[in-house]
T-cell receptor, first 112, second 109 residues
Framework: DVKVTQSSRYLVKRTGEKVFLECVQD?????MFWYRQDPGLGLRLIYF???????EKGDIPEGYSVSREKKERFSLILESASTNQTSMYLC???????????FGPGTRLTVL | GQNIDQPTEMTATEGAIVQINCTYQ??????LFWYQQHAGEAPTFLSY??LDGLEEKGRFSSFLSRSKGYSYLLLKELQMKDSASYLC??????????WGAGTKLIIKP
């Protein structure tokens, strides 16, 4: 079974702090994604990566950056957290040759 | 623009059948996905349709009409554990997923 893990299920940070969200997958998938999920809205793509050291902006990259130094790990960075970044953050991975995305359990981030 | 529409909430009775509809508008089309998401958990894959017609998988079936930009998820013999949100997502010409806001399905005994 594919396993996607995220470093924290719940996180509380203060405005202005630098925040790191880690995602690790164990199936050697090439593609990895970061989404945020807010009530009443569909999942919104923040960044994605098709390979190590590769990154592409999604629909809402402002205020975020990412890092993919190893194939299995994709990190989301909030350089200076703001209250409007309070959200559920979901990581997903996908093998290049299939369309299905596999999701991690999510990190519920609260910025005070 | 790209858009996915699905009802916000539906209620059904245990043992019954429910159909959750989804309409989509995307730049190009490379398939339609349905995911299930229980409260506080990750979305899990249910189905993928790229050709017109009905795909059946146990109690769950998914239908696609490309000409109408329409899909539905059909759940039969509803069980209490089917209470969840059901997410519709269409893949555009860049192979990016465009997500609907999800339909919260409430099952009553």
């Amino acid at each position: 079974d594919v396993k996607v893990t995220q470093s924290s299920r719940y996180l509380v940070k203060r405005t202005g702090e630098k925040v790191f969200l880690e995602c690790v997958q164990d199936m050697d998938h090439e593609n990895m994604f970061w989404y945020r999920q807010d009530p009443g809205l569909g999942l919104r793509l923040i960044y994605f990566s098709y390979d190590v050291k590769m990154k592409e902006k999604g629909d809402i990259p402002e205020g975020y950056s990412v890092s993919r130094e190893k194939k299995e790990r994709f990190s989301l960075i909030l350089e200076s957290a703001s209250t409007n970044q309070t959200s559920m953050y979901l990581c997903a991975s996908q093998a290049r040759e299939i369309n299905e995305q596999f999701f991690g359990p999510g990190t519920r981030l609260t910025v005070l | 623009g790209q858009n996915i529409d699905q009802p916000t909430e539906m209620t059904a009775t245990e043992g019954a059948i429910v159909q959750i509809n989804c309409t989509y508008q995307t730049s190009g089309f490379n398939g339609l996905f349905w995911y299930q998401q229980h409260a506080g958990e990750a979305p899990t894959f249910l189905s993928y349709n790229v050709l017109d017609g009905l795909e059946e998988k146990g109690r769950f079936s998914s239908f696609l009409s490309r000409s109408k930009g329409y899909s539905y998820l059909l759940l039969k013999e509803l069980q209490m554990k089917d209470s969840a949100s059901y997410l519709c997502a269409a893949m555009d010409s860049n192979y990016q997923l465009i997500w609907g806001a999800g339909t919260k399905l409430i099952i009553k005994p």
